[in-house]
């Protein structure tokens, strides 16, 4: 069932010195090749993608390992489709979705889903809602018309409102207030952002919460909660024609409505360093960097920045893909001699509808200051600029994101999630696979290119959290 | 919409419960169909394997559990477990011709794999992971690298050193999150002066050096008491073939029995812990002594915690405290079953001045379902939920390895994921309930209030 390695690639030269080979290259090969299964119901299928005529989008892929089945439906609605004074309303909707609808009542649809022994929940985020059911297998059509009639005729009292406001608001102390980590960070990300509405926090700002009104979360919903900006995952053990028949008759017997145009709302360029504090209940400083950079337009495009974007997600792993990576490795160990930070951390998303941030973040050593760390962090980009990265650095980073592409298949719920986030980009259901040949050609010129050229302190926002008093 | 709708409007009218009873009754065979097939041998160590072989994707998941949990800590020494199971990464010395590695070195090897290793230790058990693709020569030099690394950690010292001093600045920052802080409290009150009570503190790893976790290692990593459990795309003989290389770097270490530990004590009266502190949210914790994972009462009283507090939306202390009143963003009961009985906590969040109206609220949950039990319905709708979603699970291989591992560690029967279904069924709402009154007494619960006025 497995196949072979070709040799030339794997066996040059014995154990040890195939360690230095190209791993990437055999991974790939797995990823990619079909595969012949002994078994044909074992075989890793591909997802399939139609659209029904209201415009609303079905991506099914069969995973035939256990008879269960996960559903995942999407919005193209998240908190960067919220307007000021009505932050954190894409969160309210969600939270009212499960207030029920005229034939199923309040609490009504979880307690279904319990009772076919399935397991439900929903999250936002800044680009999407997303609601899901993992349920026995044969429990898909019942899920499926319950998500349509909610997704249709959620419907619901203003004391229902009041009450789960309640319980947002609680949610808001839990996840934010009590944390003084999460409200820098709040902070941060009002400051990077001027014009685009990532600087909104996706749970909404307190005063938001306390007027907004029951009618604001009815008219989110109404505006965005239509088929043709929707989308119904679904991993498991199904039959695509089937599944496509069930989908046919649930949600696609939902009327077609336009999809609200959207504003473009971009950000104007950033022309000097943004520096904000925030004081709060903590014993040590927290700082946070996050540059402006190219984004990824596509899997497949080659413009300029989509190339750039390509070179700085290696970028990424290179300075922080393992506990052996840059980063640790010279400020947390002190490799240099000083060890100036206890922790620390680079990352760079290339999913999402709004620009992204590279973003390097720290806690200081004892008796290092942020500004030394600051210095630190950007030093190590510089020195990638000035120096560049090794071919085994690269090789490490792409062996690691490939097998993790195998051991993601092991989860349905992974496969669901990333099916429904390329979705969002409005990708292709293939996008892993074509983002990962890409990689593999990113060269290690290419990444010193981008160090150089990307991380301009005009374009770096940061942040500083500090403790109240001196510790 | 109502044609649309028979699982609401027809259910209510025909009678839910009635419904759910009959899908019950009709799980029974997909259930059997969806127990993996657990394969068993007894290596020549002593060393006890359980295999699912799981074709469907071309990677395996490995787990070997040893008795080593922070349990085993010496009292001075605590997190002497945690210590050892985080700096195994710290480097391999020299073993059968293969050179030394340092941390670096070690991490960059299972990097180059696309393998992932961890370690950690629980209060039971200390278990080692491995998940890596299957396809054959990397799936060798994982193997390889990780009998080197089990066979001669470093430990290096320098390492350490320098760890230490982070485990101590994560632990001063931890004593400003009052979550952190409220658990310490309960703990310490629930477990008293058991094992599974203790907890690291700087002066426990300052006196903590690298030869202790050298001697804890040699000491608990034994092949005669482990078990190990692969779960993915390898057979019988290749997983046979791969757990004895792993295991034999052990046998110098022998096989000497460690000392029995106490099991928990109940506690004798109830305990109220207020705690003042500048909170955005007050933590309301509430708990005592649960069960061990061996005593017969396990099934009844997951039955019962899963109506109370377990299983989320639909349990009695979400309806009540978040659905019904909007006090809490989360509420729920959890137990941990280990080798004695782990603690049974009820836990939320809200805020300060909601906190003693939260607090009385909870406390008359938990005495009305202690004195009452659970309604016919509630015990059927819970059954329902448990068997129709057995096969969720298991439904990916780092759950089914987690399954077996239990089962393993717990040395229950093979057949236990089989029968599993059938028990549930069987338990009637007395057996529930007079598990429930035997484990918790709600006047002799450690109740923990941080960042409000206690009533």
């Keep these: 069932m497995k196949p072979a390695l070709p040799t030339p690639i794997l066996w040059r030269g014995g154990r040890r010195s195939w360690l230095l080979l190209p791993l990437w290259t055999v991974l790939l090969w797995l990823l990619l090749a079909p595969v012949q299964a002994q078994t044909p119901a074992l075989a890793p299928a591909t997802a399939q993608q139609f659209t029904l005529a209201n415009g609303l989008t079905l991506i099914i892929k069969p995973d035939r390992r256990a008879p269960t089945a996960l559903q995942m439906l999407w919005l193209r609605a998240g908190s960067m489709d919220e307007v000021d004074g009505q932050s954190g309303v894409a969160h309210v909707v969600e939270h009212m979705l499960f207030k029920g ?16 022994g399935g397991r439900d929940n929903a999250f936002v985020s800044r680009d999407v809602t997303s609601f899901h059911q993992q349920i026995p297998a044969a429990r898909l059509p019942d899920v499926m018309r319950l998500e349509a009639d909610r997704f249709a005729h959620n419907t619901w009292p203003d004391e229902a409102f009041w009450r789960e406001m309640s319980v947002i608001k609680e949610e808001r102390r839990q996840m934010v207030e009590e944390s003084a980590q999460a409200r820098m960070f709040e902070v941060f990300m009002a400051s990077a952002w001027l014009a685009h509405p990532y600087r909104r926090p996706i ?11 029951p009618d604001d979360a009815r008219a989110f919903y109404q505006r965005w909660y239509v088929p043709g900006n929707a989308a119904l995952v679904v991993v498991g053990d199904v039959d695509v024609a089937q599944v496509r028949a069930w989908a046919e008759r649930y949600f696609g017997a939902l009327p077609a409505r336009a999809v609200p145009e959207r504003k473009p709302q971009t950000e104007p360029e950033q022309r000097g360093t943004r520096r904000i504090e925030y004081v709060g209940r903590t014993d040590r400083p927290l700082l946070v960097l996050g540059y402006k950079v190219p984004q990824l337009a596509h899997p497949d495009a080659t413009d300029a920045a989509s190339t750039d974007a390509l070179a700085l997600l290696l970028l990424a792993g ?15 160990q002190g490799a240099a001699g000083r060890r100036v930070a206890l922790e620390v951390s680079a990352s760079f998303s290339y999913l999402g509808r709004g620009p992204q941030l590279f973003l390097l973040s720290g806690t200081p050593a004892q008796g290092v200051s942020p500004a030394e760390l600051e210095a630190a962090l950007v030093a190590e980009i510089e020195r ?28 349905m719920f992974a496969q669901a999630r990333l099916l429904g986030s390329y979705w969002a980009q409005g990708w292709p259901v293939d996008s892993s696979e074509r983002i990962m040949r890409r990689l593999s050609a990113v060269t290690p010129q290419q990444v010193q290119a981008v160090a150089a050229r990307h991380f301009s302190a005009q374009r770096l926002t940061v942040g500083v959290l500090l403790p109240e008093q001196a510790p | 919409m109502k044609q649309m709708n028979p699982c609401g409007a027809a259910a209510r009218s025909l009678g839910l419960w009635g419904l759910l009873a009959l899908g019950l009754a009709l799980m029974a065979p997909g259930f059997l169909q969806a127990a993996p097939v657990i394969e068993h041998w007894v290596q020549p160590s002593g060393a006890r394997v359980y295999l699912v072989s799981n074709p469907g994707l071309p990677m395996l998941d490995v787990q070997i559990d040893l008795d080593a949990g922070s349990r085993r800590d010496p009292a001075p020494q605590a997190g002497l477990a945690q210590a050892t199971a985080a ?28 393998a992932q290793f961890s370690a950690a230790a629980t209060r039971d058990r200390l278990s080692l992971r491995l998940r890596t693709l299957t396809q054959p020569e990397l799936l060798q030099a994982a193997q390889d690298l990780l009998a080197q690394q089990l066979a001669a950690p470093a430990f290096a010292a320098p390492v350490w050193q320098r760890e230490r001093p982070r485990w101590v600045a994560r632990w001063q920052h931890s004593q400003t999150e009052p979550e952190v802080l409220a658990e310490q409290l309960l703990i310490a009150a629930v477990y008293g002066a058991h094992p599974y009570g203790q907890q690291a503190r700087p002066e426990t790893w300052a006196a903590i050096e690298a030869e202790h976790l050298r001697g804890f290692w040699r000491t608990h990593a034994q092949a005669c008491t482990a078990r190990v459990t692969l779960v993915g ?11 004895r290389q792993l295991l034999t770097g052990w046998q110098p270490h022998g096989c000497s029995a460690l000392p029995p530990l106490p099991e928990v004590q109940p506690l004798a009266q109830g305990r109220l812990i207020a705690q003042p502190f500048a909170v955005a949210q007050a933590q309301l914790l509430i708990g005592q002594p649960g069960l061990a994972r061996r005593d017969p009462d396990f099934l009844a009283f997951m039955l019962a915690n899963h109506i109370l507090g377990g299983s989320g939306f639909s349990s009695r202390l ?3 405290v978040r659905e019904r009143r909007g006090l809490t963003y989360d509420i729920h009961s959890r137990f941990v079953p280990g080798r004695h009985a ?26 009305r379902f202690v004195d009452q039990g659970p309604t016919q319905q509630e015990l059927e709708h819970a059954q329902a939920a448990l068997i129709n979603g057995f096969a969720l699970r298991l439904d990916s291989n780092r759950e089914l390895l987690q399954e077996v591992a239990a089962l393993a560690w717990h040395d229950l029967p093979l057949d236990d994921l089989q029968t599993w279904s059938a028990r549930i069924a069987a338990l009637n709402r007395v057996q529930v309930h007079r598990a429930l009154q035997r484990v918790l007494q709600p006047e002799r619960m450690v109740t923990v209030v941080f960042g409000a006025t206690a009533p």
């Design chain 1, 101 to 116: 609808t005229p034939t199923v009542p309040e609490g009504e649809i979880s307690r279904l889903v319990a009772a076919m």
């Design chain 1, 203 to 213: 749970i909404g700002w307190m005063s938001d919460l306390l007027s907004l009104q």
């Design chain 1, 318 to 332: 290179v300075l922080d893909g393992h506990s052996a990576a840059r980063l640790e490795h010279q400020l947390v």
């Design chain 1, 384 to 411: 990638v600029a000035r120096e560049g990265v090794s071919e085994a650095e690269l090789r490490r980073v792409r062996n690691q994101w490939l097998a993790a592409e195998v051991f993601q298949r092991d989860s």
């Design chain 2, 87 to 114: 700096l195994l990464r710290a480097g391999v010395q020299a073993h059968a011709g293969q050179p030394a590695l340092d941390e670096n070195a070690l991490a960059e090897a299972w990097a180059d794999l696309g």
């Design chain 2, 233 to 243: 795309d390898i057979d019988r003989t290749r997983a046979d073939a791969l757990v």
């Design chain 2, 318 to 320: 979400m309806q009540e």
């Design chain 2, 342 to 367: 782990g603690a049974f906590v009820v836990a939320t969040t809200t805020q300060p001045p909601r906190a003693q109206q939260a607090l009385e609220l909870v406390q008359h949950e938990i005495r």
